[in-house]
């Protein structure tokens, strides 16, 4: 089946900081790949994704390749900010209308 | 702007009530979802409807129901509710032309005592 595995927070930085979260993922056939993010108080929302092999997603700073070889699907920003405080979550579908979370990762980032 | 919206951000009920959650969304979108949001397991899908009167069982139904009566709205029963089922509940709907996007609402926490 598919499953989405992304390391575990909770993960606390410094503004200015570099940010990786790690997430591989199980799954038959070429899935789309998502990460979502939700700020405190509300509901997830799209951050980017990507639907092919060796695509970037990227969106407000972020960004992410989708690497079939290493079955990957890191999230990157180069230098985080006090608003990128949030749960993130990798996420993957089977190119229909079923999404498989990942567990969540809490970023915090400090003044 | 896309909008989903929930009745209640905060639920407490007792054991053994029933339970409605209202779920709206204004984006005239097809499927329509209910997951529940624990800390650790991620989002795990309760049920999914892709049209009117239509729907399936996703990961975890048991112990919940749905009802679409009409395209905007999606609601989540708990028949009878148990002190397993606190949790954060989320709604979200996605269109036909991009299934995988999914839009969600603010979610509801419910406590059951």
């Known amino acids: 089946g598919n499953s989405v595995t992304q390391m575990e927070g909770p993960v606390t930085l410094s503004e200015e900081a570099f940010l990786t979260i790690n997430c591989t993922y199980t799954a038959t056939g070429y899935p789309s790949l998502f990460w979502y993010v939700q700020y405190p108080g509300e509901g997830l929302q799209l951050l980017l994704k990507a639907t092919k092999a060796d695509d970037k997603g990227s969106n407000k700073g972020f960004e992410a390749t989708y690497r079939k070889e290493t079955t990957s699907f890191h999230l990157e920003k180069g230098s985080v900010q006090v608003s990128d405080s949030a749960v993130y979550f990798c996420?993957?579908?089977?190119?229909?209308?079923?999404?498989?979370f990942g567990a969540g990762t809490t970023v915090t980032v400090r003044a | 702007d896309v909008k989903v919206t929930q009745s209640s951000r905060y639920l407490v009920k007792r054991t053994g009530e029933k339970v409605f959650l209202e779920c709206v969304q204004d984006?005239?979108?097809?499927?329509m979802f209910w997951y529940r949001q624990d800390p650790g397991l991620g989002l795990r899908l309760i049920y999914f409807s892709y049209d009117v009167k239509m729907k399936e069982k996703g990961d975890i139904p048991e112990g919940y129901s749905v009802s679409r009566e009409k395209k905007e709205r999606f609601s989540l029963i708990l028949e009878s509710a148990s002190t397993n089922q606190t949790s954060m509940y989320l709604c979200?709907?996605?269109?036909?032309?991009?299934?995988?996007?999914?839009?969600f609402g603010p979610g509801t926490r419910l406590l059951v005592l």
């Open positions: 984006m005239d979108h097809e499927n």
């Open positions: 996420a993957l579908s089977p190119n229909d209308y079923k999404l498989s």
């Open positions: 979200a709907s996605s269109s036909l032309d991009s299934e995988e996007t999914q839009y």
